[in-house]
């Protein structure tokens, strides 16, 4: 599997989490955990049954490999690698600086980033190109449900309040995709749907969050 992730590298005294950070209570839930180990199961099949036709369109449709990896933050600022279907052309990661970013804060968004490959923009308007990452719900880097899992460029911005949002793990899904997914684009909304998430949680609102993407992403509501 090659990885297509920048080589910059960011110090790493800037991503240092405040001390007092500490895990939400979500984190222990045994509930929660089993909810993403059986979803992720039931995911991974559904992605082994996909995997050869989605494979084939993509590199018939631009040349470069299957998987993007990238390094990513999750639980109190814990880097892991994170795997997706690839979305872009293979050198998306050096044309960045040629996009403009229609978002505010500290994300990157273009609604026509054309970087985006024409298979890249089914797979990322039905959420096809996330099912990788149903691999890193099972070994317990992400959860089902959780906060979106900022870049090294990101939490190397952060400022002190950010940091709460990674009281968690990161979500395949949270708030911010029940939300208005990609039109969501000013970095402080989803710091507020991430701490609204913390806020409201309990061993069942995960399901009613599952349940909710499932409608947004059949009804294609904010994706493009």
Excluded: C
Excluded at 1 to 16: E, I, R, Y
């Amino acid at each position: 599997m090659q990885s297509t992730f920048p080589t910059a590298t960011v110090n790493p005294l800037l991503l240092a989490p405040p001390t007092l950070q500490v895990p939400h209570r979500s984190v222990n839930s045994i509930f929660k955990r089993l909810l993403d180990i059986a979803g992720s199961l039931i995911g991974l099949i559904i992605l082994g049954i996909l995997f050869i036709p989605l494979a084939l369109a993509i590199k018939l449709d631009s040349p470069g490999p299957i998987f993007y990896a990238q390094e990513r933050y999750g639980l109190l600022g814990r880097p892991f690698r994170i795997y997706k279907f690839r979305s872009m052309v293979q050198n998306a990661d050096a044309l960045k600086a040629q996009v403009k970013n229609e978002a505010s804060g500290l994300i990157f968004k273009n609604q026509d980033d054309p970087r985006v490959t024409k298979i890249g923009r089914f797979l990322r308007r039905s959420s096809l190109d996330e099912f990788p990452q149903f691999w890193n719900v099972l070994i317990g880097e992400m959860s089902l449900v959780g906060t979106r899992p900022p870049t090294a460029d990101e939490v190397s911005r952060y400022d002190s309040h950010h940091w709460q949002r990674l009281n968690v793990k990161p979500g395949m899904t949270g708030e911010w995709q029940v939300n208005g997914r990609s039109t969501v684009k000013d970095f402080e909304d989803i710091v507020k749907l991430d701490l609204r998430y913390q806020d409201q949680w309990h061993p069942f609102y995960d399901l009613a969050l599952i349940a909710r993407t499932v409608y947004v992403i059949l009804a294609k509501v904010g994706a493009f």
